[in-house]
């Protein structure tokens, strides 16, 4: 039988404060550039629909000067593979683990 291996992302809620540093010094981008990712993809599909690209989370990349290649790598290995999975599959986690404030 095979092992279900969890992405990383499900494991964010449960980690301890060694682990999250680790888990940010792995990260292709910082906390703030990621959390403005989401919030760009977010809004831009209340626009739109997904069409399930990631041509949202890339405009948003390539306008920040964002290094494209190893997020988007990022978002695919952690189940984003176009914008509206991003957000629910990353975004989702993300919150969990890192509420938005009030
Ligand atoms: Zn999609």
């Known amino acids: 039988m095979a092992i279900l291996r969890k ?4 494991m964010l809620a449960q980690m301890n404060g060694e682990e999250l540093e680790k ?7 910082t ?7 989401f919030e760009f993809v977010e809004d831009e599909l209340y ?5 399930h690209t990631s041509r949202f989370a890339m405009q948003f990349l390539m306008k920040n000067n964002l290094p494209f290649p190893k997020i988007i ?13 991003i957000m629910e599959n990353i ?3 993300w ?8």
């Open 91 to 93: 975004e989702k986690e």
């Open 7 to 10: 992405r990383q992302i499900e």
């Open 73 to 85: 790598a990022w978002l695919n290995a952690n189940g984003g593979y176009c914008d509206c999975k």
């Open 23 to 29: 888990f940010f010094a792995s990260l292709p981008a």
């Open 31 to 37: 906390k703030e550039q990621l959390e403005s990712l």
């Open 95 to 102: 919150r969990k683990a890192f509420p938005e404030p009030e």
């Open 47 to 51: 626009e739109e629909e997904c069409d």
